[in-house]
């Protein structure tokens, strides 16, 4: 199962900006949902990728011939917009539903590399490993 992760437009110094996204991964539709209901952005919205890791990843699939420049560029986020979500989705914890097992250890490091990245000015990105 892919793993999410944050990259940063830069890096911060003296930050570990390494997060585990494995089960919010596993759970994204149901994320999904609670965003949704929460009336913030899917922690999904804030995907993408550089269009070279995309075409290599492409190639190694067996689709030849793929250009990065056809590929949809690179975007960059600020953080405050996925710290809304995120902390949106945190809030939900306490709610009697809760939020899927294993999510909400995973939505507090992503609070904490967001939090760094908005208060140094660093835009950032949803990763997917596969």
Known sequence: MPALFIVLERQIPG???SVEGGALSRHDSALTELCFASGVRSLFDFYSDNPNSVAS???GEGMDDVDPSSLEQE????ASD???SVRALLAR???PAGLPEGTAEELVEFERVLAAAEQAGVK???GLDF
Request: aromatic fraction near 22%; avoid cysteine.
């Open 15 to 17: 930050l570990d900006a």
């Open 57 to 59: 990843f492409l190639e």
């Open 82 to 84: 996925g710290l809304a």
């Open 93 to 95: 914890a306490a709610a």
């Open 75 to 78: 975007k960059w986020f600020s």
């Open 124 to 126: 950032w990105h949803l």
